[in-house]
């Protein structure tokens, strides 16, 4: 298993600011995720964060929007920029283990309001 | 594309209910198949997953599901459910997985 902290666990922002949520997990993982969570939603994939790369993002998320970095296989951050009221979610960290096909490991999320 | 459809958002049971909660997939490579649960307050965990072979596969906390290819279906099923079992539910599809809406589920004691 992996365990995964997300800081912060929470924030309030103001509009057209930006914020880094960081993603540390206590064991080296080959595939890290960042999902949105909005009120009422599903999960929505943001990007795969891949280790020394660029990150690879899903349709409708862009890099100057949601840069993301990963320096090692045990952490990673996402920025949300330029924040409106619409990027009011949880963001959620997600690792996948090589030795176990599939299943993943989330973190608790960090919950954003956007005023 | 992939997608993935769960179409009872909210379940309301007694305990000691059957439950079974829906979930369709549209996805025309191999599948691989996942239901999350996610307890009030508490990160999303695995309940149970399907890759290939025995199309029922088993998970944690009694629950099942089973994959029907031909229906594009992998419900989860319990036959009896606790009041413990009240959160989300989540059916998810491949890798860097996509996610159902969820269901969300509550069982009165």
């Known amino acids: 298993s992996a365990v995964i902290s997300q800081k912060p666990s929470r924030d309030i922002c103001q509009r057209g600011t930006s914020l880094t949520i960081q993603c540390q997990v206590d064991s080296q993982v080959t595939m890290m995720f960042w999902y949105r969570q909005q009120p009422g939603q599903s999960l929505t994939l943001i990007a795969t964060a891949n280790q020394g790369s660029e990150a690879t993002y899903e349709s409708g998320f862009v890099i100057d929007k949601f840069p993301i970095s990963r320096p090692n296989l045990t952490f990673s951050t996402l920025t949300v920029s330029n924040m409106s009221p619409e990027d009011s979610s949880i963001y959620l960290c997600?690792?996948?283990?090589?030795?176990?096909?599939?299943?993943?490991?989330f973190g608790e999320g960090s919950r954003l309001t956007v005023l | 594309a992939q997608s993935v459809s769960q179409h009872n958002h909210h379940v309301i049971l007694s305990e000691a209910a059957s439950l079974e909660l829906g979930c369709n997939y549209s996805?025309?490579?191999?599948?691989?198949l996942f239901w999350y649960v996610q307890y009030p307050g508490q990160h999303l965990q695995l309940l149970l997953k399907y890759f290939s072979g025995d199309p029922l596969v088993k998970g944690i906390k009694g629950f099942e599901a089973e994959f029907i290819k031909s229906k594009f279906s992998f419900n989860l099923r319990k036959p009896s459910v606790q009041w413990s079992d009240t959160a989300e539910y989540f059916c998810a599809l491949g890798q860097g997985p996509t996610f159902g809406r969820g269901t969300s589920l509550i069982v009165h004691p």
């Open positions: 996805y025309g490579g191999t599948v691989n």
């Open positions: 997600s690792v996948g283990l090589t030795s176990n096909t599939g299943e993943l490991f």
